[in-house]
């Protein structure tokens, strides 16, 4: 008998560890399968972490153990899931990250692999019948003959294609012809026409010996938009091959994946795989199974694909490493720059961080010697940045007529762009129509009731939604508070920018790229080709539009409200909007005709904001680590955020209370604890939710106090317990 470890599928600190359970099969059990095993009077699925054979009876080992041993009901796995570097690279992310392992493995498999019973109804291997010619007859029909010749010229032959039933079984019946099976390909990457590497500039050029010399692990790229980074990473992972190794690229946001693959198809064709969440799970399951026989050689994905089974890697690019969307914010909260440094070091590969705004801590690092500092300062052929222009909205003489959104400044440069025949950019960082719906009568705001978020009205498909947890209602005619018809609609997202910009020009064509129309399969490739292709004069967007992005004949880019995000209660609010600003104007003027930028703002004097126009990065970083540091805030200090949650409200705060208490007296030497506080996103559907913010300069030092702490209150029905390390939240 076999006794085998296994973690259970539920992603709970209290359930952190492993249960044993007996199989008498004939199938030997290899750590890395998986099984369907009894846990609470429920079929779950579990991971097998260990195997031990005994010849110990059933009954034996309950009377050495002192509880009843399960079985295991089926083995789903004939092997490992994961290969050993994967396996380790699991245990170590669940280890830094306090994160219970089963949550790692999750995020490390496609949904078709993933040890959860979901997979289970997931999609499998598909395979086509093809027909396969053995032998001529004479003693045929004719009708049978055309069909056999049919086969035979063409063989193999998708046998749905012949549309012959009984003479296809006749055939088969006959030994004429065979049937093979071959698997059907559900996904694959448009081939791109073969593109010659350009000539790369001096700088370029320098960057990549320096990378290509230096011992060192990790290096920070940073270079100005439109300085030719792209260029450098195909340039890197080409000599990267050329050495046997594997090449892992990363980017941010889905809406960069078409470009990005491009590139690199252009230049490597068929050894290119993707890995994002815009692949149906049979999809993924396919590009997933093709990464790790060692079909590909580079793989280009978004966050999660920093767990590829890709085997053989020398090289780790991770492109706009700044944007917050490498931080994932649900279990397990890993971030994809650390877990590729933790991947890359026992492999020897080397990382490489790429943006023209790097996020504060990674130049901190840099200036530190912890990552390599490479620098591209000028633009390619030595092209001129765009000329900017801040509008102030406070003047009421800057408003262009009927218009709450527009200036007039704004309205007559998108004229002389439409006129021209070239393209434009409007970025608004908020979608939908209006930003929330309240009654005038009784001043009734429309709320999430699952998370008490403020709901958005989005005018396309008349719902109220929220932006958080993805609930949607439809907006009433009445008030549910007064019975009042005064609904009013305040403030405004990229609909409503999109609807006034066609009273203004009527015969414009437009594209909106956001989360909204990004929902629909394959729609954020078709969108970003088809204006690459000059199919709209504007493209209206979120932050998705701002990063990466390389049209030619864009000569404008129009920041709607700048200080947007200024008002979020964030420290790194002001790092925020300065690279959202920096990377909007960079997409301006990239090519031979040059770029204009209309940055309109209420707070025009705000340094995020005159900095991110003239896009001086030196100089918001100076002037941001001074304000950093006399609030203590990081990169002068690690942060972590515990959450504790429970659907009793007065419970939860005597709890966090308590909790608090104990933290502040257990770590005062070494840390600081803030709160309890309610957070911004204060409701998890029906569970209440408070926040501890620890900030720390020893994370190894805290690490066993949390658990000691925290543990004991995750065992605790009442509660669910989150741990957020190196928290971007706060």
């Not at 007859?137 to 549309?163: H, W």
């Not at 050495?243 to 064709?269: C, D, Q």
């Not at 020897?348 to 500092?373: D, F, W």
Request: charged share 25%; aromatic share 8%; net charge positive.
């Amino acid at each position: 008998m076999q006794i085998v470890s296994v973690l259970i599928e539920h992603p709970t600190i209290s359930l952190n560890r492993p249960f044993s359970y007996g199989y008498n099969g004939e199938k030997k059990i290899v750590i890395g399968e998986r099984v369907l095993v009894p846990f609470n009077n429920r079929d779950l699925i579990g991971y097998v972490i260990d195997v031990e054979l005994t010849t110990r009876s059933v009954e034996e080992l309950e009377d050495e153990k002192g509880f009843r041993v399960l079985m295991v009901k089926q083995v789903i796995d004939s092997k490992p899931l994961l290969s050993l570097e994967l396996m380790e690279l699991s245990q170590q992310v669940a280890d830094y990250y306090i994160a219970p392992k089963i949550s790692v493995l999750q995020a490390m498999l496609p949904p078709t692999l993933r040890p959860a019973s979901s997979s289970l109804k997931q999609p499998k291997i598909a395979y086509e019948d093809y027909l396969v010619f053995i032998r001529d007859e004479e003693k045929l029909s004719p009708k049978q003959k055309e069909i056999l010749l049919l086969i035979k010229e063409n063989s193999p032959v998708k046998k749905r294609e012949i549309k012959s039933p009984t003479i296809i079984k006749k055939l088969l019946d006959l030994d004429l012809i065979k049937i093979e099976k071959k698997e059907k390909i559900r996904f694959s990457i448009p081939d791109e026409k073969t593109v010659v590497a350009p000539p790369l500039t001096v700088d370029q050029n320098q960057v990549i010996d320096e990378f290509c010399k230096s011992d060192d692990r990790v290096f920070l790229l940073e270079g100005i938009t439109g300085s030719g980074k792209t260029e450098v990473y195909l340039a890197l992972a080409e000599r990267t091959l050329k050495t046997g190794k594997n090449v892992l690229m990363l980017v941010p946001e889905i809406a960069l994946t078409p470009m990005m693959v491009a590139h690199f198809v252009s230049r490597y064709h068929q050894d290119v795989a993707v890995l994002h969440s815009e692949l149906t799970p049979a999809e993924k399951y396919d590009e997933y199974r093709r990464i790790a026989e060692g079909k590909v050689r580079i793989v280009v994905g978004v966050r999660s694909a920093i767990f590829a089974p890709l085997s053989n890697i020398g090289l780790i690019i991770l492109d706009e490493e700044h944007v917050e969307s490498y931080k994932q914010d649900t279990l397990p909260f890993y971030h994809a720059r650390e877990v590729a440094i933790m991947r890359a070091m026992p492999l020897k590969a080397k990382v490489l961080l790429g943006s023209a705004t790097p996020s504060l801590e990674s130049r901190a690092r840099a200036l530190k010697g912890v990552y390599h500092l490479l620098q591209l300062k000028q633009r390619i052929n030595k092209r001129e940045l765009p000329v900017t222009e801040i509008v102030d909205l406070m003047d009421a003489n800057n408003l262009y007529p009927q218009s709450i959104i527009f200036s007039k400044q704004l309205v007559a440069e998108l004229k002389t762009v439409i006129e021209r025949h070239e393209q434009a950019i409007l970025l608004i960082n908020r979608r939908g129509y209006a930003t929330y719906v309240s009654c005038r009568q009784c001043g009734y705001v429309f709320r999430c009731p699952q998370d008490d978020m403020v709901l958005t009205y989005h005018r396309s498909d008349k719902l109220l939604k929220c932006h958080h947890c993805d609930y949607v209602e439809e907006l009433p005619a009445v008030c549910p508070q007064c019975g009042s018809k005064h609904l009013w609609q305040t403030g405004f997202g990229t609909e409503r920018v999109e609807d006034e910009i066609h009273k203004f020009f009527p015969k414009v064509r437009t594209l909106r790229l956001d989360s909204d129309t990004s929902k629909v399969r394959s729609q954020v490739g078709k969108i970003v080709k088809s204006f690459a292709n000059h199919e709209a004069d504007i493209l209206i967007g979120t932050q998705m539009i701002a990063k990466g992005h390389d049209f030619p004949l864009v000569t404008l880019v129009g920041v709607i409200l700048a200080d947007m995000g200024l008002y979020y209660p964030s420290y790194r609010s002001a790092e925020q909007t300065f690279q959202l600003i920096t990377q909007a104007v960079g997409r301006s003027g990239r090519k031979d005709r040059p770029g204009k930028a209309i940055i309109q703002t209420n707070m025009p004097g705000h340094y995020a904001i005159v900095l991110g126009s003239k896009q001086d990065y030196a100089s918001f970083f100076a002037t941001e680590m001074k304000i950093r540091k006399l609030s203590n805030d990081s990169p002068f200090s690690f942060e972590m955020i515990i959450s504790l949650l429970s659907k009793n409200a007065e419970v939860l705060d005597e709890a966090i209370m308590q909790l608090a208490s104990d933290m502040k007296n257990a770590i005062k030497e070494f840390g600081e604890v803030l709160g309890p506080t309610t957070p911004f996103y204060n409701r998890e559907r029906e569970y209440y939710r408070r926040i501890l913010i620890i900030k720390h300069r020893n994370y190894f030092r805290i690490r066993p106090i949390i658990a000691k702490l925290v543990f004991p209150l995750a065992a605790n029905s009442k509660f669910q317990v989150k741990i957020d390390v190196d928290s971007f939240e706060i």
